[in-house]
């Protein structure tokens, strides 16, 4: 679990054009089902297939 800031600034500084493709790519991955968005501490949570529930 990271908070979304700190996964923008990690994209950002990473990946060529991190920023622009940082909130498509973290969409898609809700989409999918793969992370969870925590409003209450704007963090996102890995809920992939090798995450215990």
């Known amino acids: 679990m990271d908070e979304y800031d700190v996964l923008r600034k990690f994209a950002k500084k ?3 054009g991190g920023d622009v493709l ?3 790519a973290l969409n898609f991955l809700y989409l999918m089902g793969l ?10 949570e ?3 297939p090798n995450e215990a529930v």
């Open 14 to 16: 990473s990946v060529a």
């Open 46 to 48: 890995y809920m992939g």
């Open 22 to 24: 940082f909130l498509p």
């Open 35 to 44: 992370i969870e968005y925590l409003p209450k501490t704007d963090a996102v």
